[in-house]
């Protein structure tokens, strides 16, 4: 069993930036693939960005790619999420999660965070 726990929210104006915590606990292994997803009031939770085990796939959804940069760092069993350029339509609950196989990071990861509010005002 893995656990994940996300820091790093909180209120910032449009145009700024924050930077996302994550760290993994428990059964954790360097091989976890891990991701972020973001859940919007009123709507679906959607994939982020995504960065598996060794650091050297990196995958990001368009509506944050040139702006968002995840990274990791395996001796602390944490990955980041670096956001710059936010905008108000950036304001969700943003989770961590974390696989053993990359695809299923980006779609339907096992563990998951319990989340980390980011509010983007304008």
């Known amino acids: 069993q893995v656990q994940l726990v996300e820091s790093g929210g909180g209120l910032v104006q449009a145009g700024g930036s924050l930077r996302l915590s994550c760290e993994a606990s428990?059964?954790?292994?360097?091989?976890?693939?891990m991701a972020w997803f973001r859940q919007a009031p009123g709507k679906d939770r959607e994939f982020v960005a995504a960065?598996?085990?060794?650091?050297?796939?990196?995958y990001y959804a368009d509506s944050v790619k040139g702006r968002f940069t995840i990274s990791r760092e395996n001796i602390k069993n944490t990955q980041y999420l670096q956001m710059d350029t936010l905008t108000p339509e950036d304001t969700a609950v943003y989770y961590c999660?974390?696989?053993?196989?990359?695809?299923?990071?980006?779609?339907?990861?096992?563990?998951w965070g319990q989340g980390t509010q980011v509010t983007v005002s304008s």
């Open positions: 999660a974390a696989d053993s196989y990359f695809l299923k990071v980006t779609t339907e990861p096992r563990s």
């Open positions: 428990g059964r954790t292994s360097s091989s976890l693939h």
């Open positions: 960065i598996s085990w060794s650091g050297g796939n990196i």
